[in-house]
Nanobody, 124 residues
Framework: QVQLVESGGGLAQAGGSLRLSCAAS????????WGWYRQAPGEQRELVAG???????YYTDSVKGRFTSSRDNDKYTVYLQMNSLNPEDTGVYYC??????????????????WGQGTQVTVTS
């Protein structure tokens, strides 16, 4: 169906910045929802930012004013710009997308896909 590939994770110092990318590939018709999630060691996966059709983006309180999610609809790619990083931002970041794709037979199907995850480590 549709695959998501993430890039851009790594190591940053507190106060620094990183930019994550997530590209979708496959027989995509459209992506209605993009989400960025993160999972810290020993914690559950949490929603960091959610973007529904580029209309309004939700941010969890801890990242408001520091993280920005944006999308490139032509490239089926979403970005997460992370500024003013702090050690609490450390974790594995996953992108998630929901949308529609062209079936090999006919018509459209729906997909919900996760990226493979990318590690973000912030040192103090």
């Amino acid at each position: 169906q549709v695959q998501l590939v993430e890039s851009g994770g790594g190591l940053a110092q507190a106060g620094g910045s990183l930019r994550l990318s997530c590209a979708a590939s496959g027989r995509i018709f459209g992506v209605q929802y993009w989400g960025w999630y993160r999972q810290a060691p020993g914690e559950q996966r949490e929603l960091v930012a959610g973007d529904t059709s580029g209309v309004k983006t939700y941010y969890t309180d801890s990242v408001k004013g520091r993280f920005t999610s944006s999308r490139d609809n032509d490239k089926y790619t979403v970005y997460l710009q992370m500024n003013s990083l702090n050690p609490e931002d450390t974790g594995v970041y996953y992108c998630y997308a929901e949308g529609t794709y062209h079936r090999y037979t006919s018509g459209l199907g729906t997909f919900a896909s996760w990226g493979q995850g990318t590690q973000v480590t912030v040192t103090s």
